[in-house]
């Protein structure tokens, strides 16, 4: 590459020799000429000399290794590349964005819970969503940082900042990764796989039983504390583990009305194992269980009971198929008393990638007591379809389609459509 360089530096001199007798105007050209290019070649010198930046992770939102029950997501969106990443480090913290444009209209002007900047009704209209910005910064060879900062829609488009996460992190080895500080809870594949951003989701929206606590899901999703996760030797059958201990204050509104359910929780001890054998090279399988005790102000300033989650799920993510199964049982059990509510809830979805275009279907189901805390839930259940399109490495389109079936109230029809990126 130098000769090649020389060689043209070489034969510019030559040129210029050969043009004595040339119009000054000629010679000035060719000088100008022979600078440039050994301003280039100065230049090009000093970006090889430069050692490679390493790539920001990903895995800020969708870590890849085996301690996190990481899908490889979209696959159908390659990583940044090298000199994206070189763009993106600033002073050796490490950032990347996520944004999106929503367009959203229901078909009923019965209330229906209103987040991310959707105003309820029949008419649609425009939000922003979530604007995220993710930050990782590494300390030494095991120690590291990683927040991520959400910009949220409210109503009347006003604006909140809010810190998703805060987390440093210590990996002793494979078997033992450490983080302090506000995680989003274990509890299933979901809440541990996709982070902020919705470009990593192939769907425009979480499922219900998913969606985060503060845009009325029904699960505990964030928390304050201490998580461990890493692989249990096990051979072929790729075991791994999360334990977590943490404080977590879910402040939940209610789907049918203005009102919001503080649950006042207790701290939580969350453990999970899940399995990536290797004789299905894309499959996991894996549960967790999660418990703590909350508070029901609607019966009483001191009345507590007991919240136990337990999850099961299959999760197949290989050659572009994406198939995603997560039961969950949420019981309530009340202290001192006999009186309990289980409420079953599932989701299942499933798409295939071709080239840059991805049909999906999911169908989902919660069904909750009346008298229980989920009450504004009741019996939910009904399938979502549509396509997510990929115009390149950093912008999707997603169109997506939704029937639910409420108990005592009419049937709900949505049309969601949504501009997904990343920068």
């Known amino acids: 590459m ?143 940082v990683l927040s991520e900062i959400a910009i949220g829609e409210g109503d009347a488009q006003t604006y909140s900042i809010e810190l998703e996460r805060m987390l440093f992190k210590y990996d002793y080895n494979d078997h033992l990764r450490m983080s302090f500080g506000r995680y989003q809870t274990g509890i299933g594949y979901y809440n541990t796989a996709y982070h902020g951003g919705t470009w990593f989701q192939t769907t425009a929206d979480r499922p219900l ?88 102000f609607a019966k009483g300033p001191t009345v507590r009971l007991g919240q136990t989650i337990v999850n099961g799920h299959i999760i197949y993510i290989r050659h572009g198929i994406e198939i995603l199964n997560e039961g969950f049982l949420i019981r309530h059990a009340y202290e001192h008393t006999a009186t309990a509510y289980n409420t079953p809830a599932f989701y299942s979805q499933i798409s295939k990638r071709f080239h840059r275009t991805r049909p999906f279907f999911r169908y989902q189901y919660i069904n909750a007591d009346p008298g229980s805390l989920l009450a504004d839930l009741d019996l939910r259940y009904g399938p979502s379809f549509g396509v997510r399109y990929d115009f390149n490495d950093s912008i999707a389109f997603k169109t997506q389609l939704d029937h639910t079936v409420r108990k005592g109230e009419p049937d709900l029809n949505g049309l969601h459509l949504q501009l997904t990126f990343k920068f």
């Open 209 to 296: 039983v998913m969606e985060f606590a503060h845009a009325g899901g029904v699960l505990p999703t964030q928390a304050v504390g201490l998580s461990f996760t890493g692989s249990i030797p096990s051979g072929t059958l790729g075991l791994n583990y999360i334990a977590e201990y943490g404080s977590s204050d879910t402040i939940r509104p209610d789907l049918n009305s203005t009102t919001t359910t503080d649950e006042n929780n207790g701290n939580h001890i969350n453990i999970g194992l899940f399995a990536h054998p290797e004789a299905i090279p894309g499959l996991q399988i894996g549960g967790s269980i999660y418990h703590d005790r909350i508070s029901d």
């Open 2 to 144: 130098h000769c090649d360089r020389s060689a043209v530096v070489l034969l510019l001199v030559a040129s210029l020799s050969h043009a004595q007798d040339a119009a000054p105007s000629e010679q000035e050209m060719i000088l100008q000429l022979v600078q440039q290019v050994e301003t280039l070649q100065k230049k090009v010198e000093a970006l090889e000399a430069q050692p490679r930046t390493i790539s920001p992770s990903n895995a800020g939102a969708t870590s890849q290794v085996p301690s996190s029950p990481t899908p490889e997501a979209v696959d159908s969106s390659p990583r940044p590349s090298s000199l994206m990443a070189e763009l993106h480090e600033l002073r050796g913290i490490q950032w990347q964005g996520f944004g999106e444009v929503n367009y959203k209209a229901l078909n009923q002007k019965i209330p229906e819970l209103g987040t991310y900047g959707f105003v309820p009704g029949s008419a649609g209209n425009f939000y922003t969503g979530d604007f995220d910005l993710l930050l990782t910064a590494r300390i030494n060879d095991k120690a590291s």
